[in-house]
């Protein structure tokens, strides 16, 4: 009762057509379905679709099954799926006990999502630039080699399974758009929460601020 999905669902979605029509640009919201029974998250993922949404959301804490579940439906309504990593941590941020974030990476992938969020390097999120390159490779190459450094202990060939878009959130923002190009390359989803909301003008400066420091430091690379 406290949560009124579908309410939020038709705010969100008003502000996503006015952005579309002020930009002329397909924008999109991940409207959350994560629920307590695949029947509930059925249901609203069904709504999201009907009110034009073009990507839904889940979290990882609805467990393996669901998001295979979730992945299936998705692509039988071609809606994209955007996994957060909501959770992990519990099993996976400990050093003596748990897994790599790395096998996450590869279960999400064989269940067929197609965001997860894979870590930042800088922000708030933990990981060291080379285990966060080792997690990004393992969502989007084909073939990994083994390479100590990232964490990849053997060689993987993933064969046609589909890839993932990595995501990266998590206490970034427009001054940090330099390292986050070098470190993280250009197949990334680059969420800037609070780093919008944030900045001092409101929320639309603060997400233009993230398109120009973007836009400006690509061409910068690009021209050398």
Same mark, same amino acid.
């Given at each position: 009762?406290?949560?009124?999905?579908?309410?939020?669902?038709?705010?969100?979605?008003?502000?996503?057509?006015?952005?579309?029509?002020?930009?002329?640009?397909?924008?999109?919201?991940? *409207? /959350?379905?994560?629920?307590?029974?695949?029947?509930?998250?059925?249901?609203?993922?069904?709504?999201?679709?009907?009110?034009?949404?073009?990507?839904?959301?889940?979290?990882?804490?609805?467990?393996?099954?669901a998001i295979q579940?979730?992945? $299936?439906?998705?692509?039988? /309504?071609?809606?994209? @799926?955007?996994?957060?990593?909501?959770?992990?941590?519990?099993?996976?941020?400990? $050093? /003596?006990?748990?897994?790599?974030?790395?096998?996450?990476?590869?279960?999400?992938?064989?269940?067929?999502?197609?965001?997860?969020?894979?870590?930042?390097?800088?922000?708030? @999120?933990?990981?060291?630039?080379?285990?966060?390159?080792?997690?990004?490779?393992?969502?989007?190459?084909?073939?990994?080699?083994?390479?100590?450094?990232?964490?990849?202990?053997?060689?993987?060939?993933?064969?046609?399974?589909?890839?993932?878009?990595?995501?990266?959130?998590?206490?970034?923002?427009?001054?940090?758009?330099?390292? @986050?190009?070098?470190? *993280?390359?250009?197949?990334?989803? @680059?969420?800037?929460?609070?780093?919008?909301?944030?900045?001092?003008?409101?929320i639309q400066a603060?997400?233009?601020?993230?398109?120009?420091?973007?836009?400006?430091?690509?061409?910068?690379? /690009?021209?050398?």
């Amino acid at each position: 009762p406290f949560m009124r999905w579908r309410e939020r669902y038709l705010f969100a979605m008003e502000g996503v057509n006015r952005a579309s029509a002020a930009t002329g640009e397909t924008k999109g919201h991940y *409207l /959350n379905v994560t629920a307590g029974t695949m029947e509930d998250m059925y249901e609203r993922a069904e709504f999201s679709k009907e009110v034009g949404s073009i990507i839904c959301m889940i979290d990882l804490v609805i467990g393996y099954s669901a998001i295979q579940s979730m992945a $299936k439906w998705a692509r039988a /309504n071609d809606m994209i @799926l955007h996994l957060h990593r909501a959770g992990n941590s519990t099993y996976s941020r400990q $050093k /003596n006990h748990g897994m790599n974030f790395r096998v996450i990476c590869k279960w999400m992938r064989m269940a067929g999502v197609d965001h997860i969020h894979a870590g930042t390097v800088v922000g708030k @999120l933990e990981g060291d630039p080379l285990m966060i390159k080792g997690f990004y490779n393992t969502l989007l190459c084909t073939r990994t080699d083994i390479n100590l450094p990232e964490g990849i202990f053997f060689d993987q060939d993933f064969a046609s399974l589909r890839k993932v878009m990595p995501v990266a959130s998590g206490g970034i923002h427009a001054g940090q758009m330099h390292q @986050l190009i070098h470190y *993280l390359g250009d197949d990334v989803v @680059l969420q800037f929460g609070g780093g919008t909301i944030g900045h001092p003008d409101g929320i639309q400066a603060g997400a233009t601020a993230n398109r120009v420091a973007l836009e400006c430091m690509v061409i910068a690379r /690009n021209e050398g």
